[in-house]
Structure formats: C-alpha cells, structure tokens
C-alpha cells in the first residue's frame, strides 16, 4: 500500500512540475500563433493573386480573412511580450484598419483600390510580424533569462535563483555582442554592437552584486541591468 502511494506521489508531482515546465516555455515563446496563422492568407494575397492582378481572387479573399482578424484581436500575447503590449495594440488599430480597407475596397469596383488595399494589408502584417519578432536570435535568447529573473526571481527577492542563472546570461549577453543584425538594420550595427557591450558590462555588474548578498545592492544592479536591455531594444523603435 505504501508502494502504491510513493508511486502515486511521485505521478502526481511529475506532472505538476512537467506542467510547470511547458507553462514557462510557452510563456518565454515570442510568436503568438494566431498572427503566424494569417500568412496562409497573406501568402495567396500577396504572392499569387496580387502579383497577377487577379481581383475576382483578391475579393473572394475577404471571407478567409475575417475570422483569422477576429482570432488576431482576441489574441493573448505571451509572458515574454508584455513590454510590447502597447506596439501590439496600436499595431492591431492599423491592422484592423488596413483589413477594413480592404473589405470596402472588395465590395466596389475601382480595380486600383483593390490593389493597393492588398498592398497596405500584406504591409501591415509585416509590420506586426516585426513588432513581435526579435532583433536576433542573441538578443531573444538573452531576453528569455533576463524575463525569468525580472518577472518571476527578482519581484520574490529569490536571489539564489538569479545566482543559479547569472553566468548563462553573461554568456548570452556576450553573445549579443557579435550578434549579425538582418540587412534592414545593418545601418544601426555600431551603436547595436556599443550598447550590446554596455549590457555586458551591467550584466557582469550583476554577479558581483549577489556576491555581496546585500539585497538594495542586487536589487539596484537587476534594475540597472533591465535598463540597459530596454536600451538595447530601443535601438530599433
């Protein structure tokens, strides 16, 4: 009987810290599904109908995108996310306005308007997409630490935790630094790679404070070091 209950506990317990587990990963994913769905949309748009003008094709399109619109709009955004709610929400006003666009366009009979509706709607996923989608692989994989030390160790004042992490996002941090920015952004690689190796810096600032085990010390230097992030990110506003 004892057996039985050790066996149970242990199922039990296993899946509480399996759910526990997907919960975060899900939490630390910077996609939200619904918008990656809508290219299946987008695609056809932009890529078959628009580049052969075919209109009858681009107004029987209005149909498949008003319930992807509607998916989008009531979208949650990740854990991870948070701190790009208000670009998502304005995005989502421009997006919605681009979808109605194109719904007046596809009920008249100006084949230009049609068009061009087609061209501002692509545009404006686009635009979406690059809200949400991170600088680089570096830069997200620094962020998904730094996420868990800001939302979840920092606010309990976990501070063995934030040790048990700290390397690794120095380690992040330096990698930041030899990130490859896409074409797009090329331009902005100087004060990219500047400010990527302040964030070093304030990041190594950060192992040393939790040797002092002085909890304003720690505190100061995971501020400072989030700061320095937001600076980062700022770049590409």
Partial sequence: MKRVFLLFLFVFLS???FSQVKDDASELNSSVPELIEFHDVIYV?????????DIKALKDMVEKIKPYMEKINTAMLPGILRDKEGKWKD??????SAAENYYTAAGGNDDQAMLDAAEKLHANF????RILKPVSKEVDEYHKVLYVIFH?????????????VVDDIIAKAEACVNAKLPKR???KTDLFQKTASELVEKTKALKEALNT???????????????KYQDLEKIFD
Avoid: Q, R, T
């Avoid at 995005?91 to 919605?96: I, T």
């Avoid at 686009?126 to 997409?129: A, D, F, P, R």
């Avoid at 979840?152 to 048990?164: E, G, H, L, T, W």
């Avoid at 085990?213 to 700061?227: E, F, L, P, W």
């Fill in 185 to 187: 952004l090329e331009d």
């Fill in 213 to 227: 085990n002085d909890g304003a010390v720690i505190d100061k230097a995971v501020d400072v070091m989030h700061s």
């Fill in 91 to 96: 995005g989502l006003k421009v997006l919605n």
């Fill in 152 to 164: 979840k160790y920092y606010p309990s004042k976990d501070y063995a935790s934030i040790k048990n």
């Fill in 45 to 53: 748009i932009w890529h078959e109908a628009y580049p052969a003008k």
């Fill in 15 to 17: 899946s509480a810290v």
């Fill in 126 to 129: 686009e635009m979406m997409i």
